[in-house]
């Protein structure tokens, strides 16, 4: 009797008329938590390859690139012509669910040859850190996702009380340790990203491994136990020894590099009668107030400019991929007449 309460169950909330946006994601729920409804999903869905973590791209004609998504049948057939167990399937990651409830899965095939991959899928795989910024919304944040959670799964498999394996769900939003019981869930580390202006002026900052002539937002990762509040005064405080007198939330972002950060974007405030910038040299390789000219200049860069001998180094920020560019956007904004 169990079975069709449980076909019931199953089809019946998903008939009910919900909002479309309500719907999809009590059916994500469903495949995250229940094993067989994944199972289910998994046979019609959209899969995403990945290569020891660098996604599938495919370029079209115009030279636009493409994160492509594969029908499972098809991975099944890719599988099958390479002589390799179409089980690997199982291996798949769910990541999310289109507007068509349409399971998306990534699955890394790292242990198979790359290029006879490639040649039948007619892509590449291409790092994250380059097919980042090849892709356009919203591939770009599907595939940091993608590469965030496979890389959670091929770090997390043994557990760190026991040492004993984990074990994944068929979704793989958790793996578990038989032993201690423990379950562990893909992690973001919290970072509070600040744009600090006195009024007139936003203060940038840039790191010695930052691009030539790139200033950036300041950001730093929140401690333990730690509001986002209490992050973004330490931080700001640390690293340009400067008082924040107000904040107001911008946004958020999932920023991959280099571990899945979770980036929440602040605007702060501090006093014009005291905007001496100490710097720690530590942290940061500069720091300084710059002008509604000078970011408006910086915002037209889209691309990284070349570094010609005996000119001067160019001032650019972040691209529009960064939350910076938009907290930066959005302050040039607020102040243009
Ligand atoms: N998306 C964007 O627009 C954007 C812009 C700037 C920085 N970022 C990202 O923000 C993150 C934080 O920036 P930051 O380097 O200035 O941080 P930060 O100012 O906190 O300094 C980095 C220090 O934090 C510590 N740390 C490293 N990983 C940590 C973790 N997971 N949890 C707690 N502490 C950790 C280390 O001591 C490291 O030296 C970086 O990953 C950077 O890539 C994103
Ligand atoms: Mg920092």
């Not at 580390?189 to 600090?196: A, C, E, M, N, W």
Request: a negative charge.
């Amino acid at each position: 009797m169990l079975q069709p309460l449980k076909i019931l169950f199953r089809t019946n909330w998903m008939s009910r008329s919900y909002s479309s946006y309500v719907s999809r994601m009590r059916y994500l729920n469903r495949i995250k938590e229940d094993d067989e409804v994944c199972q289910t999903a998994l046979q019609s869905g959209d899969i995403f390859l990945f290569h020891k973590l660098a996604p599938l791209l495919q370029q079209t004609g115009s030279g636009i690139y493409q994160f492509p998504a594969l029908q499972a049948e098809d991975v099944k057939g890719i599988l099958e012509n390479l002589g390799e167990d179409k089980e690997m399937m199982k291996d798949s990651v769910l990541i999310n669910c289109t507007k068509q409830n349409k399971a998306q899965f990534c699955l890394d095939v790292g242990s198979i040859e790359q290029s006879a991959v490639e040649n039948l899928c007619g892509g590449t795989f291409i790092d994250l850190r380059k097919a980042f910024f090849l892709l356009r919304e919203p591939e770009a944040p599907l595939a940091s996702r993608g590469q965030a959670l496979l890389r959670w799964h091929q770090t997390n498999v043994f557990c760190s009380s026991t040492g004993q394996p984990t074990h994944r769900n068929q979704s793989g939003s958790q793996r578990v340790c038989l032993s201690s019981g423990i379950t562990y869930y893909p992690k973001m580390s919290p970072v509070v990203i600040t744009l600090v202006s006195d009024g007139k002026r936003c203060l940038l900052g840039r790191q010695a491994t930052f691009p030539q002539g790139m200033y950036s937002a300041l950001a730093g990762f929140c401690d333990m136990g730690e509001t986002m509040e209490e992050t973004l005064c330490r931080e700001i405080a640390e690293e340009v020894g400067l008082e924040v007198e107000s904040i107001r939330y911008s946004g958020s972002q999932h920023w991959p590099f280099p571990q899945s950060s979770l980036m929440v974007a602040c605007h702060a405030t501090v006093n014009p009668d005291n905007t001496q910038i100490r710097l720690d040299t530590m942290e940061l390789e500069d720091a300084r107030w710059f002008s509604l000219e000078e970011v408006q200049e910086a915002l037209k860069i889209k691309t990284p400019p070349r570094k010609n001998e005996g000119q001067p180094t160019v001032f650019w920020v972040p691209p529009n991929h960064a939350i910076a560019n938009r907290l930066i956007q959005e302050w040039a904004n607020q102040l243009q007449p």
